[in-house]
C-alpha cells in the first residue's frame, strides 16, 4: 500500500478519501527532527499551512510522489525543490471562496443594521430601538475592487439583494464583466458611486493603501466599506479620521495591516466592526480544501490528470539547469511589465533568441505569464493554471524566435495595454537576470528589489533633481543607469533604492522639469 502521512489536522472526509488509496498515517505537531524521519518513506505528504515543506524535507523524502496542500497558498512547501525531484504539488484554490464571499455579505448586512453593536446593548440589559437604525442593501450600488473568484462571488448575492454592481479591475475584460451584468469603472469612480465598497484583491506594491485619503475622501456619506481580502490595502490611519470624523458612514473589517491588531484606534471606534481574520474559518471551507485536495491526490496516483497542480516536473535535469536561469528572468520580465503598464494587457509577443530559441519554451512562457498575473490576483496563479488565466482573462500570447541576437540567448517581450506598449529585451549574464532593453533604450541593470523606471528628457540637472528628491525623503539610491537614443532627447533612467517610495515622492517627481513619466517596480 502508498503510505500517505497526514501532518496537519485534515478534516475525517478527506482521511477517508485517501483511505481509498492508501495506508494513511496521522502525525500532527511533528517537530522538524520528526518530520525529517517520518517523510523518508512516505509517497504522499498532506499538509496545511502548518508544515514546512522545506528543501531538507523534500531531499529527505526517498520515495515521495506528491505533496497535497489542503488550501490555497503553496508558500510553505518549496516548489523548487519538488519540481526538480520530479514531485507532485497539489493544492484547493477554490475551497474557500464560498467561505469567503459570505463572510463580505455578512459583515455588509452587519454593518448596514448595526447588528454587533444592538446585540451588545441588548446583554447589556438595553431595550433601545432607535440607536440602532440602519439602511438597506436593496438598491444600493456595490462597488466591488478585483473581480476575481471572490469578487464574482460577492456579485452573484449582491445581486440576489437587489444591489446595482461595478468594479474596479484593470485586468479584467469589459466583455467579461458585462456577462455578468457589471459595469467596469476606474476606482475614483466607483468611490463616488458606491453605497457599499468590498475588497477583493492582492497585497502588493501597486495595491497597499490603493483605499487613502484621497479616495475615501471622494465616497458618500452613507458609504459603508468592507475588508475581507488582505490588511494594508487600506490606509487605516485615513480609515480612521474618516470615521472618527463621520465622513463616512461604517467599516467592517476581517484583516488589519498588524495582526493581531494591537492597540488599533480603529477598534476603538463604534462605526467599526471586525472579525479575526475568519474569512476561511467555516467547517465548509476546510472540509472542502481536505476532500478537494484529497481527491486530486487520488488521481495522480491513479495516473488521471489532476486540476490543481502546481507544479510541472517534467524535464530531465540536464535540460531543466539549462532552462531554469531564463525561467527566474522571464518570471521578473513579468513581474515588471505588468508593473509598467497603466491599463489591462491584451496581447503578448514572446521572443526567444539564440541558441534557446532552440530549446523546448513552453516552461519559460509559463514563468513569464506567473510573473505578470502574481501582481494582480489574490492566489493560486502557478506553472499550470497561468496559461489557462491568461486565456479566460483575454490576453492573447504570440511567440516567435530569432536565431541571432546582440544580446546572445535572450528573451524580447513585447506587451499591449489598451493605451500602452512596452518591449523589455533580457538575458543572463553571470548567472543572473540582466535587462539589456526598455522600450528600445539600451541598458545593463539587474533587476532586483526595488527600482525607478524614469522616463525623462536628457537635460543638464535633470537627473540632480531627481537624486536631491529621493534624497530630501531619506530614500537612499544604490545604483543608476540611464539609456538614452542621442544627446538631449528622450532616456530613460534606473535608480536601484534601498525604500520603498511613497506614492507622494512619485507625484513630485512626475512634476520635475524634463520628466515625462515614472513607475516604481518592487520585485
Known amino acids: 500500500m502508498v503510505k500517505i502521512l497526514v501532518t496537519d489536522p485534515l478534516h475525517e472526509d478527506a482521511i477517508k478519501i485517501l483511505e481509498e488509496v492508501g495506508d494513511v498515517e496521522i502525525a500532527t505537531g511533528l517537530s522538524k527532527e520528526e518530520l525529517l524521519e517520518k517523510v523518508k518513506d512516505a509517497e504522499v505528504l498532506v499538509v496545511r499551512s502548518g508544515t514546512k515543506v522545506t528543501r531538507e524535507v523534500i531531499e529527505n523524502a526517498e520515495k515521495l510522489k506528491v505533496i497535497g496542500r489542503a488550501g490555497v497558498g503553496v508558500d510553505n512547501i518549496d516548489l523548487d525543490a519538488a519540481t526538480e525531484k520530479g514531485i507532485i504539488v497539489v493544492n484547493a484554490p477554490d475551497a474557500s471562496s464560498i467561505s469567503v464571499a459570505e463572510l463580505t455579505m455578512g459583515l455588509m448586512l452587519a454593518a448596514a443594521r448595526n447588528i454587533p453593536q444592538a446585540t451588545a446593548s441588548l446583554k447589556r440589559g438595553e431595550w433601545d430601538r432607535k440607536s440602532f437604525k440602519g439602511i438597506e442593501l436593496y438598491g444600493k450600488t456595490l462597488g466591488i475592487v478585483g473581480l476575481g473568484r471572490i469578487g464574482q462571488q460577492v456579485a452573484k448575492r449582491a445581486q440576489a439583494f437587489g444591489m446595482n454592481i461595478i468594479a474596479y479591475d484593470p485586468y479584467i475584460p469589459e466583455e467579461v464583466a458585462n456577462s455578468l451584468g457589471i459595469k467596469l469603472v476606474d476606482l475614483n469612480t466607483l468611490c463616488k458611486e458606491s453605497d457599499f465598497i468590498t475588497l477583493h484583491v492582492p497585497l502588493t506594491p501597486k495595491t497597499k493603501h490603493m483605499i487613502g485619503k484621497e479616495q475615501i475622501n471622494l465616497m458618500k456619506k452613507n458609504a459603508i466599506i468592507v475588508n475581507c481580502a488582505r490588511g494594508g490595502l487600506i490606509d487605516e490611519k485615513a480609515l480612521y479620521e474618516a470615521l472618527k470624523e463621520k465622513k463616512i458612514r461604517a467599516a467592517a473589517l476581517d484583516v488589519f495591516e498588524e495582526e493581531p491588531p494591537k492597540d488599533n484606534p480603529l477598534l476603538t471606534l463604534d462605526n ?244 515625462k513619466d515614472m513607475k516604481v517596480i518592487n520585485l
Open 272 to 515: 467599526v466592526i471586525g472579525t479575526p481574520h475568519q474569512g476561511a474559518s467555516t467547517e465548509e471551507a476546510q472540509k472542502s480544501a481536505g476532500t478537494i485536495v484529497a481527491e486530486q491526490i487520488k488521481k495522480v496516483l491513479k495516473g488521471e490528470p489532476a486540476e490543481n497542480v502546481v507544479n510541472l516536473p517534467m524535464l530531465p535535469p540536464e535540460k531543466m539547469s539549462k532552462i531554469k536561469p531564463y525561467m527566474v528572468l522571464a518570471e521578473k520580465l513579468g513581474n515588471i511589465i505588468i508593473q509598467l503598464l497603466d491599463k489591462s494587457v491584451r496581447k503578448i509577443e514572446i521572443v526567444y533568441a539564440g541558441e534557446l530559441a532552440k530549446e523546448k519554451t513552453d516552461l519559460i512562457k509559463r514563468a513569464f505569464l506567473k510573473g505578470l498575473l502574481s501582481p494582480i490576483l489574490l492566489a493560486g496563479i502557478n506553472l499550470v493554471n497561468a496559461p489557462v488565466i491568461a486565456k479566460n482573462r483575454n490576453i492573447k500570447v504570440v511567440e516567435g524566435t530569432l536565431s541571432e541576437s546582440e544580446y546572445g540567448n535572450a528573451i524580447k517581450v513585447i506587451a499591449e495595454g489598451e493605451t500602452d506598449k512596452v518591449s523589455i529585451t533580457g538575458t543572463i549574464a553571470n548567472g543572473k537576470p540582466m535587462l539589456c532593453e526598455i522600450n528600445g533604450y539600451k541598458v545593463n541593470f539587474s533587476p532586483e528589489g526595488i527600482f525607478c523606471v524614469i522616463k525623462h528628457i536628457d537635460r543638464p540637472g535633470t537627473i540632480g533633481r531627481v537624486c536631491l528628491t529621493l534624497g530630501d525623503y531619506g530614500i537612499n539610491i544604490a545604483g543608476m543607469q540611464v539609456g538614452r537614443e542621442s544627446p538631449g532627447g528622450e532616456s530613460i533612467m534606473l535608480l536601484d533604492v534601498d525604500h520603498v517610495v511613497p506614492e507622494e515622492v512619485v507625484e513630485k517627481i512626475k512634476k520635475l522639469e524634463n520628466i
